[in-house]
């Protein structure tokens, strides 16, 4: 908990530690959770570990752990925070700690993580600012209300299986208040990269649920999943002239994140896809070589991967049949499902 000179409690420094230096592809003991709480996290396995591996919680999810004494669970997808502890006061304590933390990397040494704290220098908010309402509809940014709201979720609470748990819901506009903190950054990048801000936006919400913190079992990181070494890597050297591998810390922050993103779309759709001459199927192929890359793209149209014959047959397919065809044929499940997500969501991002 923040105690009375906004300083973090050693419980929170330790989880924001634990975000940021260790891997997410963790062995979970479900076990040691109460049967929903371990369902939450059986969820979000990615079934397509190779080999039996353990996989990795997917980039909406972040969990908190404070060894045995609280464990908190936050699922940027669904909206849904899940806390159990020892003891009340520790829940309590926790309920605190996550109604006002500042997790935005924008304000965070992702490095170091002594940065966290209440109050946001430029918003005067806390991460979940509207996101989590009170007990009386109201949003929480003092530390007097989160406390009255954590005694309120507290209140006739009993034990089960040795600890106690509360579930948090967030509004259901959580994703859409979430998502506007990027927008401007969104629209910064789409001028400078030609790529349109309701694609960004739907990739975005795909890939981490709005969530700045979202690390894969692949090491892709930050809001749109970039990975250090593949795109981060073709960001500097074909958009800045010069070769660079971007650190974590980089690309945890919102704007170096999406602006890496944006000019590596503009990357896939200048020169890993050129040739494609419509510009709908271009962008279909640009979502899923974001996803399932350039290279499998191109196995999926012809046998070898030969980008002549691929180009020649989409070239002569419609839209939708080149749609229907993402989205049926191409040799990864995840790619064909990741378009259909992305397509889906970019509707209503529209005219940003």
Do not use: C
């Not at 209300?145 to 089960?160: G, M, P, V």
């Amino acid at each position: 908990m923040m105690n009375r000179l906004g300083v973090l409690s050693p419980v929170l420094f330790v989880a924001a530690q634990l975000l940021f230096f260790a891997p997410q592809a963790i062995a979970i003991d479900y076990d040691a959770y109460d049967e929903d709480v371990a369902a939450l996290l059986w969820e979000y396995q990615n079934d397509d570990a190779p080999n039996g591996a353990q996989a990795s919680i997917k980039p909406s999810v972040l969990v908190f752990n404070d060894v045995a004494d609280t464990d908190t669970i936050v699922d940027f997808e669904t909206g849904l925070i899940v806390i159990t502890a020892a003891s009340v006061q520790r829940l309590q304590e926790s309920i605190v700690e996550v109604v006002l933390t500042q997790i935005d990397p924008a304000v965070i040494d992702a490095k170091t993580a002594r940065d966290f704290g209440l109050v946001n220098d430029k918003t005067n908010r806390p991460f979940f600012w509207r996101q989590i309402l009170d007990h009386r509809g109201k949003p929480i940014g003092q530390p007097w209300s989160a406390e009255l709201f954590a005694e309120h979720l507290t209140r006739n609470l009993r034990k089960k299986n040795g600890r106690f748990k509360i579930r948090i819901k967030m509004v259901e506009e959580h994703k859409d208040i979430a998502g506007g903190k990027y927008i401007q950054y969104a629209r910064a990048a789409s001028r400078q990269h030609n790529v349109p801000v309701s694609l960004m936006m739907a990739i975005m919400e795909t890939e981490s649920s709005f969530n700045p913190l979202a690390r894969s079992g692949s090491n892709a990181l930050g809001l749109m999943q970039i990975k250090a070494n593949t795109a981060g890597r073709d960001y500097f050297s074909i958009i800045k002239g010069y070769k660079h591998t971007p650190s974590s810390s980089y690309l945890y922050k919102p704007r170096n994140n999406i602006e890496v993103a944006a000019g590596y779309l503009r990357i896939l759709g200048t020169r890993y896809l050129s040739g494609i001459r419509h510009p709908k199927k271009l962008e279909y192929a640009m979502i899923s070589s974001y996803n399932g890359g350039a290279g499998n793209l191109w196995r999926s149209l012809d046998k070898n991967g030969n980008k002549t014959k691929s180009l020649a047959r989409i070239n002569k397919m419609s839209v939708n049949e080149f749609y229907w065809f993402l989205t049926n044929r191409h040799i990864r499940s995840e790619t064909r499902n990741y378009l259909k997500k992305v397509n889906s969501k970019q509707k209503k991002y529209i005219g940003l």
